[in-house]
């Protein structure tokens, strides 16, 4: 007789049922993306650092220290003093605190407006599609820049504070995504599970939660990487040219536009290098995340 | 006709499509006008009766599909009826429409596509049912929901599974218990295995068969051979170009066909009883027009064997020629 290896029964009936959900397969892949990782990690590091900094550190930023003005890097102040007597380190957090904070704000808010005007076009199509679409591309050719800078030298003063900034981008930058939204529901529509979820007496709020958004929502994650990453930018490059939060308050842009100083440029690299690296390193973390959740939804693994 | 043929004949219709049409708009130029119309389907009756299957036949493109989407309302049908136990459901809206899609369930062509990727296969066998009644759920919902899926033969262990962990087949069967889920009268099988393989195929039509008896169900069965329909259909329909070329019962079919469409499909089906006879097949020239812009007169004319000059001009209208057996040709007019 042939012997059978004595296999523990309890064994095979405790493994859990090997299936994975497609989210699961997806989080799996991008763990297992290095560059991807790093890029997440650092990320994260850099907004619990910057927004517990009022917490970690007692330097009062705004106050203006005529004794303590363009001091290079010491153990007393890493990365020295910008032209007010201004730890730049401590700046660099609190900015990060403001650019983090736009980007993030700005983002949210054109995912939420452009994925509800991109999703109802598409999926009805039509009237309601056309007018839509319309009046996206009227959003889309609005000149974005002039339109800034004109509302906020009539706002300035008036209402203080990034939300005037925050608003106008959002305001201005959905059209993009509801495009994108509509593209990808438009073909998603095809596939012939929306006509059962439909057929089986779904109503259509239904079908477009619960069958079009998900299987939409990879390309809508990775359109927001890509628009936060965006939206840093577009917030540093204003506050640079004078155009967007206010100058008192630190951001990575406005303490990148202490450059046009010619004595600053030439002389004091501490007070502008540190802002433009971590800007550079953030937008490529939010690139190289990007890029890790686009391949970690390749299509292809669950079809 | 024999005694059951008789009795079927008596039995009321269960579904009765009148002149159905279904043109899709095209659209073109600068201020996306109606250019032109895609006549998907043109002008389609048939009737099915309580616990039949009618076998819906034609080549890919013919419009099949499009007219079991238009009965189910999944697309609005440009013009016609559509008569389900009497009502007719082609103006339908809200909820009556919802009521109504209780009744008729659809098993679709494409077995990768029609499951939704990102669901377990518990939640989309019982999503029908938490669509219609709020009131079961927890237990209850997932025990009636395993008891469909033994039924239609998948492992108790599906429930937990997406779908892409099952193979074509499966996933077919997964299909098939959503389709059963609200207990239908009506399922319009749209070519249910012709993505599958062949050793596959004949399982899941015998489970369709079996599913027929014991659910009391009344079948549309679409495919694009003869020789699928030919274990599954008590009457055909054959299909072209958005018409109906004939109908009548399979045997009628097969024994003598009269449309001369037919007599080319069936020309075309390998038969183990006539092996030996000399048959000749029937090989049609030319290929199907573009429905966007269909041949006027009969439909098929461009084709045909037997096209006479009456044909390019005269459109023939479906004739009951012989008892039960329909025919669209000017030859017996
Ligand atoms: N939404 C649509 N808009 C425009 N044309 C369409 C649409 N749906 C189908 N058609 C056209 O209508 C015709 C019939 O299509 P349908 O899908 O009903 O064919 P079918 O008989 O089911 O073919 P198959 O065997 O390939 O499934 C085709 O020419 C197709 O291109
Ligand atoms: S009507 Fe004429 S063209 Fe049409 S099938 Fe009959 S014989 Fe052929
Ligand atoms: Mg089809």
């Known amino acids: 007789m042939e012997v059978v290896p004595n296999k523990d029964p309890q064994l095979k009936t405790t493994k859990p049922p090997k299936s994975m959900s497609p989210w699961a397969m997806a989080r799996r892949k991008f763990m297992k993306n290095k560059l991807a990782m790093i890029s997440l990690v650092y990320l ?9 900094a009022p917490y970690i550190t007692t330097v009062d930023i705004s106050r203006v220290n005529i004794g303590q003005m363009k001091l290079p890097p010491s153990s007393e102040h890493w990365f020295g003093t910008d032209t007010s007597g201004r730890d730049v380190f401590v700046r660099l957090l609190y900015g990060g605190r403001v650019s983090l904070f736009v980007g993030i704000s700005c983002t949210m808010i054109i995912l939420f407006l452009g994925v509800i005007v991109g999703a109802i076009a598409g999926f009805f199509g039509g009237i309601v599609d056309s007018m839509l679409m319309r009046f996206t591309d009227f959003v889309l050719n609005f000149p974005f820049l002039v339109f800034v800078i004109v509302l906020n030298a009539i706002l300035f003063g008036k209402v203080g504070g990034v939300g005037v900034l925050i608003g106008v981008i959002s305001l201005l930058g959905w059209g993009g995504v509801a495009r994108l ?5 438009l073909s998603e529509k095809e596939n012939e599970y929306v006509l059962a979820a439909t057929s089986i007496g779904g109503r259509p709020n239904k079908v477009i939660m619960k069958h079009l958004l998900p299987n939409v929502l990879t390309t809508v994650i990775v359109q927001a990487t890509i628009l936060f990453a965006n939206m840093i930018v577009a917030e540093s490059a204003l506050s640079y040219l004078g155009f967007g939060v206010p100058q008192e308050v630190p951001s990575w842009g406005n303490m990148l536009s202490a450059s046009q100083q010619p004595e600053v440029l030439q002389d004091m690299p501490w007070i502008w290098v540190p802002p433009a690296i971590i800007l550079v390193f953030t937008i490529l973390a939010i690139n190289f995340i990007g890029e890790g959740v686009k391949d970690a939804f390749n299509p292809k693994s669950f079809r | 006709m024999s005694i059951t043929e008789l009795n079927k004949a008596q039995t009321e219709k269960l579904l009765e499509v009148n002149d159905l049409k279904m043109h899709f708009p095209v659209k073109g130029g600068f ?17 099915i009766k309580k616990g039949e299957t009618l076998g819906l036949v034609g080549e890919s493109g013919c419009g099949k599909s499009t007219t079991g989407r238009s009965i189910l309302r999944l697309l609005d049908p440009t013009d016609g009826e559509v008569l389900f136990n009497g009502e007719d459901i082609t103006k339908l809206t809200g909820k009556r ?21 990102m669901q377990m296969v518990g939640d989309i066998v019982s999503e029908p049912i938490k669509n219609y009644h709020k009131n079961r759920k927890g237990e209850e919902l997932k025990a009636e929901v395993m008891d469909l899926l033994t039924r239609v033969g998948l492992p108790e262990d599906a429930y937990y599974k997406y779908a892409h962990e099952f193979s074509g087949g499966q996933r077919q069967r997964i299909g098939i218990a959503r ?7 009506l399922i319009i099988a749209d070519e249910p295995v012709s993505a599958l393989d062949v050793s596959v195929q004949s399982q899941v039509l015998n489970l369709l068969n079996e599913l027929q008896d ?7 069965f679409i495919a694009h051979d003869l020789s699928v329909v030919k274990h599954m259909s008590d009457r055909i ?13 399979k045997s009628s079919i097969y024994a003598e066909p009269l449309h001369p469409y037919t007599q080319a499909l069936i020309s075309a089906v390998p038969d183990a009883s006539k092996i030996g006879q000399k048959r000749e097949r029937i090989v049609l020239e030319g290929d199907v027009p573009s429905p966007e812009n269909p041949p006027s007169g009969c439909p098929f004319h461009t084709r045909c064997p037997k096209a006479m000059d009456e044909c390019s001009k005269t459109k023939p209208q479906l004739k009951e020629v012989k008892p039960g057996q329909h025919v669209a040709c000017l030859l017996y007019e």
Not at chain 2, 237 to 248: K, P, R, S
């Open chain 2, 97 to 117: 429409l919802r009521d109504i899609r209780q009744d008729i369930q659809m098993v679709f062509q494409d077995p990768y596509a029609s499951l939704n990727p």
């Open chain 2, 179 to 185: 389709a059963l889920a609200l207990k239908p009268k």
């Open chain 2, 214 to 220: 014991e659910f009391d169900l009344t079948y549309l």
């Open chain 1, 181 to 185: 939204v509509r593209s990808k529901i």
């Open chain 1, 44 to 52: 994260i590091i850099l907004a619990i650092l910057s927004f517990l």
């Open chain 2, 31 to 47: 201020f996306k006008r109606t250019i032109g119309a895609v006549k998907a389907v043109d002008g389609v009756s048939f009737d």
């Open chain 2, 237 to 249: 329909g054959v299909m072209y170009l958005g018409n109906i070329m004939e109908v009548a019962n």
